[in-house]
């Protein structure tokens, strides 16, 4: 397609150790329409299998990804850094999960289902069929390289959709791994297409007029891709960004409450979109939360072998954010629990792990998503103030709601805008595919996982089959002396009792009306 010296080529550089560990070919912006000329081709021919067909692709690419777990493992961390145990726990186990859970389900989700037929419409049947898009535009981040793009790629298979992932540019060993893995299992020529590259790239494949794009990353990134797709009336879904509250009331299991927000604020260095970025507790435990909490940070062990709980950034210009936000709220009076001022830091891309008291609501680090291992925690007194202060930003991703009442956590839980909420545990329901995910406010538009996540790649078409033996039906022409016929029809009809014996002879006689 290209010659050689056109080429540029990507270092890929492991954020753990800063070695330069690869190098990958960048796809040319000239060669964005073939890639979708390649796509519709194939669409041609793969949205006419039958989902069993599919599915059995899907199988193929599950069982090479369990053959060769531990080698994606190594990849993701490699281009990552983060932790093996992340990379199989948090990125490759949901993958497979979803693929299980396509496989099982997607027969029922997307076959013709039949609907009720009121009884004004009588004598005919209704249903909703699910016809695949065309080419489906994934575009996906670097924090979990693996899930967030494959996901929403099996997802858009199992519907008779051609696909092209535009992997990020930061993490573009796993884009590399996913192309491989896709062509290793056997899908059919221009099923599945990878490109490679960054913002330009992206932007190409943007408007090379995809028939859906789905988006995983920043807002900033969201509201161009959606400015674009408006252009041309593409619809998509946008997984964006979170500042994730977790509430903890007074009663609640303590010890546990603390491991969660460890484990929350700090997993893949607190680089989730779902992660705990803010952390509003009772005071009447205020102190002894901090106490504990501090304990529980500082036992974490930082590094990049396989018994580090904490690996490295993987962005280098993330650790700007996190430091501007530190700057600022420790410029406004805010105090270290743990962790160190950003002028301490080291010049590797292991940023200690930080909790900070004195906040105020209107700082960035309470307003702004970090993405990063900066843990902010604020007391509150009241169950309003505590659902006041964690609705109180752009976002509306997850929450997490902390009490040993059952009625006061799901009080709360139903009154917090999010797109999820946990109770007594954090971020678990992206694990269960059957419920849905997606944001609420700027964290997002529209759901993928469970059923919705299959069929927003598919045309959802009304169908109604009549018969067609009546020559005519009783709303068509001519409409001499109906009105009165319809109008005590459908006075009996709707009506609060239903007077079936009006309802009768109104419709006979409006049959009949139409000899
Ligand atoms: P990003 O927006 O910088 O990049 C995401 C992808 O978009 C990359 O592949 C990038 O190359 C591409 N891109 C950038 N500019 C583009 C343009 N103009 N046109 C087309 N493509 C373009 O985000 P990121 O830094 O990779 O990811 C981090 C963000 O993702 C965070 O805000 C995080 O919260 C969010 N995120 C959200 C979810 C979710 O499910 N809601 C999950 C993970 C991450």
Known sequence: MHSVEEVQKMSVVAPATGEVIAEIEETPVHEVPFFYQEARKAFGTWSTLAISERTGYLRKLKQLMVDEMDEIAKIISDDTGKVLTESIVADIMPTLDAIDHIIN???????????????????????????????????????????????????????????ILKPSEVTPLVGKCIEDLFQRSGFPEGTVQVAHGGKEVGAAFTSGKPDYIFFTGSVRTGKIIQQQAAKDLIPTTLELGGKDPMIVFEDANLDRAVKAATWGAFTNSGQVCMSAERLYVQRSIYGKFLEKLKKEVDSLQLGNDIDSDVGSMTFPAQKDVVREQLDEALKQGAKLVTGLKPSDWKEDMFLPLTVITEVEQNMKIIQEESFGPLLPVVPFDTEEEAIAYANGTVYGLNASVWTQDKAKSRRVASKLVSGAVVINDVLITVANHGLPFGGTKESGIGRYHSEAGLRIFCHEKAIMEDMGFMKSEIQWYPYKGKYPLFLNLFKSYFAEKRDWLTFAKNYIALLKSNK
């Open 105 to 163: 389900h997607a027969e029922k989700v997307l076959s013709r289902q039949k609907v009720k037929t009121p009884l004004l419409l009588i004598g005919k049947k209704s249903f909703v069929e699910y016809m695949p898009r065309g080419v489906v535009l994934v575009i996906s981040p670097w924090n979990y390289p693996l899930q967030l793009a494959m996901v929403p790629m099996i997802s858009a298979l199992a519907g008779g959709n051609s696909v």
